[in-house]
C-alpha cells in the first residue's frame, strides 16, 4: 500500500480564500484523524471518523473549518474563510481497529 | 480526560551514548501508549507501542520502552546513539474507548559527533 495520502504538500493561500485539504487513507482502515501541528500548541486532534462517520470533532476550532468522508477512500478538510493564525502542517492519519495509527506526509498550509 | 507529559523539550546527548526521553501518562482507563518520531518536513513514522502486553517494548532502529504503570511513565531508551537518531519524538497515549491520540509536546533529540 501507498500509505495514506494528502495533497497538496504545500499550499500558500491569502487571508479570507478557501482552502481544501485533501486525504486518501489505507485502504482498509476504519479510523481517519486530523491532526494540526503548530509549534505554540504541538499536535492537536482536530476531528477523528469511524467508518465514514465524524465522532468528535470538539477539536476543530470554529466553524470556519469543516471536515467530510464521502467514502472511505476519500476526506476532506476545508477551511473558509482563512486566516494567517490557520498556518500550520495539518496531517492525516487512519488505522484499522487497535492498530496504530499511519500518517501522511501533512500539508503545509501558509495564510499570508 | 487523558494527557501526556514529555519533560524535556531538548535532549542533546553524545553519538554512542545512552539516550533517554521521557514521558509520563494521564488515563483513567488502561491505555495505549505510543512513541513516534518525526523528522523534519515528514510526517510521524511509529517507533514502539504498547498495548497491555508485555511491559517491556522493542521498537525499530534499536529504541525500547517500559510501561511502568506504578509511575505512569513510558520512558524511551536506546543503548547507543547513532547520528540518524536526532530528530523529534513524541509520545502518545490513547485507549480503547477513545482511539484518537492524544500527544505529547515532542522531545527535541540531537546526537552530537
Known amino acids: 500500500d501507498a500509505g495514506v495520502i494528502q495533497s497538496p504538500r504545500h499550499e500558500v493561500t491569502e487571508m479570507g480564500q478557501e482552502v481544501t485539504l485533501r486525504c486518501k487513507p489505507i485502504?482498509?482502515?476504519?479510523?481517519l484523524f486530523w491532526y494540526r501541528q503548530t509549534m505554540m500548541r504541538g499536535l492537536e486532534l482536530l476531528i477523528y471518523f469511524n467508518n465514514n462517520v465524524p465522532i468528535d470533532d470538539s477539536g476543530m476550532p470554529e466553524d470556519r473549518f469543516s471536515a467530510k468522508m464521502p467514502n472511505a477512500s476519500f476526506s476532506t478538510l476545508k477551511i473558509q474563510p482563512s486566516e494567517p493564525r490557520d498556518s500550520a502542517v495539518y496531517f492525516c492519519?487512519?488505522?484499522?481497529?487497535?492498530?496504530?495509527?499511519?500518517f501522511g506526509q501533512g500539508t503545509r498550509l501558509t495564510v499570508v | 480526560a487523558q494527557s501526556v507529559t514529555q519533560l524535556g523539550s531538548h535532549v542533546s546527548v553524545s553519538e554512542g551514548a545512552l539516550v533517554l526521553l521521557r514521558c509520563n501518562y494521564s488515563s483513567s482507563v488502561p491505555p495505549y501508549l505510543f512513541w513516534y518520531v518525526q523528522y523534519p518536513n515528514q510526517g510521524l513514522q511509529l517507533l514502539l507501542k504498547?498495548?497491555?502486553?508485555?511491559?517491556l517494548v522493542k521498537g525499530i532502529n534499536g529504541f525500547e520502552a517500559e510501561f511502568k504503570k506504578s509511575e505512569t511513565s513510558f520512558h524511551l531508551t536506546k543503548p547507543s546513539a547513532h547520528m540518524s537518531d536526532a530528530a523529534e519524538y513524541f509520545c502518545?497515549?490513547?485507549?480503547?474507548?477513545?482511539?484518537?491520540?492524544?500527544f505529547g509536546s515532542g522531545t527535541r533529540l540531537q546526537v552530537q559527533p
Open positions: 504498547y498495548t497491555s502486553a508485555a511491559t
Open positions: 502518545a497515549v490513547s485507549d480503547t474507548g477513545r482511539r484518537a491520540l492524544t
Open positions: 492519519a487512519s488505522n484499522r481497529g487497535d492498530t496504530e495509527a499511519f
Open positions: 485502504s482498509g482502515h476504519d479510523y
